[in-house]
């Protein structure tokens, strides 16, 4: 229970999640961006904020700041399989994005539980940065914006307090 204390839970049907005050460094970072609206190029810069403060590690910050669509080539292929056409300065809704991609390596990735666990954390921090965002400045105030029932199974993060 003292997880807590100067957090705040969220209740989603049967699920419970408990959000821990951002850290200061991190709030500030949160507050340059707009996360469920964001482009891939604004995402490699966040990351890098995130990474260079201490709050992502070398393979977060890889993973994270990859941005298929920054790509010279992306068109001719990424985009020849996909038939979509890059559009680095679309904004999209980050947290849904990785979301869906912790949904789909727990089906086709359950083999390797290190880069699940590292998409875990890459969501609970986006979650949390999400939900910063939404008390501190109204954004990102959509109906869907709590937690699926997946995340708020999850272990709680540990307030991703930094280094």
């Known amino acids: 229970m003292a997880a807590a204390i100067g957090g705040r839970i969220i209740i989603d049907g049967d699920d419970i999640r408990i959000v821990e005050p951002l850290d200061k460094r991190l709030a ?3 507050d340059n961006y707009e996360l469920r609206s964001m482009t891939p190029r604004q995402m490699v810069d ?6 260079k ?4 590690t070398d393979e977060e910050y890889a993973a994270l700041s990859f941005q298929p669509e920054l790509m010279h080539n992306f ?3 990424v985009g ?17 994005i990785w979301r869906d991609r912790l949904a789909f390596e727990e089906t086709h990735l359950s083999h390797d ?4 666990e590292r998409t875990r954390k890459i ?17 990102n105030a959509e109906p869907n914006a709590l937690p ?14 930094g280094p």
């Open 28 to 30: 500030a970072i949160a």
């Open 46 to 51: 966040f990351s890098w904020e995130l990474h």
């Open 53 to 56: 403060e201490g709050f992502l």
């Open 75 to 77: 068109d001719r292929t």
């Open 80 to 96: 020849a399989l996909t038939g979509e056409k890059a559009a680095p300065d679309r904004p999209r809704d980050y947290t849904a």
């Open 113 to 116: 539980p290190v880069v699940i």
């Open 123 to 139: 969501v609970r921090m986006l979650e949390d940065i999400s939900e910063f965002q939404r008390d501190t400045t109204g954004r």
């Open 148 to 161: 699926s029932k997946a995340l708020s199974t999850l272990p709680l993060s540990p307030a991703f307090a």
